[in-house]
């Protein structure tokens, strides 16, 4: 069945850059996701990658996807105390179905 | 402006009793979704729904009933049968057939077994 992995936490240094990584199973999934959860709310849509895309930029946010290793990855450029969260990867479950797949979930840990 | 409501946002049971969670949204969202979320364990979906009347369990729905009497609207009651229900719950909307926008979620209710 469909499955979503993700280390469960990474620590970095305010100003570096981080790097979190998914790797998921269904190799027809149209559409992944990253979702960012702060302590105590719900999970709000950061950015998506639709398949057929190698790379997507939007500010300080870059999404790359590997297809062929089906993984996909979310880095956050000068990255700031305000970003740490909880950042989930989700892929759409089978060819749209409705149905998302999520990850476990990497904490980040911004220091200052 | 359009979102997904969930209330209460704190919530205390006691053994034995039914609790209902609520959740409304005012987006035209098609889909409804309830999930749990424990520490360390990601997302787990209880139930959902792509249309009125009608509803699918998902991965963990033994302890759970839900109803989609409207559109809008999609409560979880948490039955005495789920032994462990302390939990963050999240409920969530989409629309079928637009994948890129993903779900829209609610804050969540956190339920805590007093």
């Known amino acids: 069945g469909e499955d979503v992995e993700q280390s469960l936490f990474l620590s970095v240094r305010e100003g570096d850059s981080s790097v979190i990584n998914c790797t998921y199973t269904?190799?027809?999934?149209?559409?992944l996701y990253w979702y960012k959860q702060e302590p105590g709310a719900g999970l709000q849509l950061l950015t998506y990658i639709f398949s057929n895309m190698d790379m997507k930029q939007d500010q300080r946010l870059t999404v790359l996807l590997n297809k062929k290793d089906k993984h996909l990855s979310l880095r956050i450029a000068d990255t700031q105390t305000g970003d740490s969260a909880i950042y989930f990867c989700?892929?759409?479950?089978?060819?749209?179905?409705?149905?998302?797949?999520f990850g476990q979930g990497t904490t980040l840990q911004v220091k200052p | 402006d359009g979102g997904i409501t969930q209330s209460p946002k704190y919530l205390f049971r006691k053994e034995g009793q039914n609790v209902t969670l609520s959740c409304e949204q005012n987006l035209n969202h098609d889909a409804m979704y309830w999930y749990r979320q424990d520490p360390g364990q990601g997302l787990r979906l209880i139930y959902y729904?792509?249309?009125?009347?009608?509803?699918q369990k998902g991965d963990i729905a033994e302890g759970y009933s839900v109803s989609r009497e409207k559109k809008e609207s999609f409560p979880l009651t948490v039955t005495s049968a789920q032994k462990n229900p302390t939990a963050f719950y999240l409920c969530?909307?989409?629309?079928?057939?637009?994948?890129?926008?993903?779900?829209?979620f609610g804050s969540g209710t956190r339920l805590t077994v007093v």
């Open positions: 269904d190799s027809s999934s149209t559409y």
């Open positions: 729904s792509q249309i009125v009347n009608d509803f």
């Open positions: 989700a892929e759409m479950a089978g060819s749209n179905t409705g149905k998302l797949i």
């Open positions: 969530a909307s989409s629309i079928i057939g637009t994948s890129n926008y993903g779900y829209t």
